[in-house]
C-alpha cells in the first residue's frame, strides 16, 4: 500500500479501512491460512473461501447451501507478501447494493512473527457498516488460531460454523 495514499474521512472514518495486526507465525503459515478454505473456515464466521488463487481469478467466500457471503477477483496474488482482491458482499440485499469494493492483505515479517496488515479500500462515503465491522473479530480469530490452534468461541466467530453439516 502506498502510505502516503491520499482519502477521504467523514464523520470520524473513510473510505478506506485499515487494520494491523501481529501474529507470532511465519509468512508461508499466515499465508496458507489466508488461502486455506478449510483454515479459513475456522476464523471467519464458518465461512470459507475457495478459489485457485492466481491472477484473475474468482474467488467465492460463503456456506455450500446455506449462504453466499462475498465474491470476487483476484487482482494481484503474491505469496507469501501479497493479495488484492475486489470484494462483492452477497449477504444481504443492503450490501448488495454497496457494489465492489477492494481488499489488500499485507504480510511482512517482523522477526519471529509477521505484521498482517488489511486495507478495506474503495468503499463509498456512506458506506454500510457491514462491510468493514466484521474485520476485527475475523483477524482475532485468525491470530487466535495461528497462535494457539484454537478458534474463539465468540458467538459472531461461530455464526455458520457448522451450518454446512446442516445444509
Known amino acids: 500500500m ?5 482519502y477521504t474521512v ?9 487494520f494491523e495486526i501481529y501474529i507470532k507465525t511465519t ?5 496458507e491460512a489466508i488461502t486455506d478454505e478449510e483454515m479459513r473456515r475456522k476464523y471467519s464466521f464458518g465461512v470459507g473461501t475457495s478459489s485457485d488463487w492466481t491472477p484473475g481469478s474468482e474467488y ?11 465474491s470476487g477477483e483476484n487482482l494481484v496474488v503474491d505469496p507469501p507478501r501479497r493479495l488484492v482482491q475486489s470484494f462483492k458482499a452477497l449477504w444481504s ?7 465492489t469494493s477492494r481488499v489488500t492483505w499485507e504480510i511482512e515479517p517482523v522477526g519471529d512473527s509477521c505484521r498482517l496488515a488489511v486495507t478495506h479500500d474503495q468503499l463509498s ?11 476485527p473479530m475475523i483477524l482475532s480469530g485468525l491470530k487466535t ?3 494457539t490452534g484454537e478458534q ?11 451450518a454446512a453439516d446442516s445444509a
Not at 2 to 6: E, G
Not at 27 to 31: A, D, G, N, V
Not at 93 to 99: A, K, L, Q
Not at 152 to 162: F, V
Open 145 to 147: 488460531l495461528l497462535e
Open 60 to 70: 467465492r467466500s460463503g456456506v455450500p447451501g446455506v449462504i453466499d457471503i462475498a
Open 2 to 6: 502506498d502510505r502516503d495514499q491520499l
Open 27 to 31: 509468512p508461508e503459515r499466515l499465508w
Open 125 to 135: 462515503e456512506t458506506a454500510n457498516s457491514e462491510l468493514y465491522g466484521g474485520w
Open 93 to 99: 440485499e443492503d450490501v448488495e447494493r454497496e457494489g
Open 152 to 162: 474463539l468461541t465468540t458467538p459472531g466467530s461461530l455464526r455458520y460454523s457448522g
Open 10 to 18: 467523514v464523520g470520524g472514518r473513510g473510505t478506506m479501512t485499515v
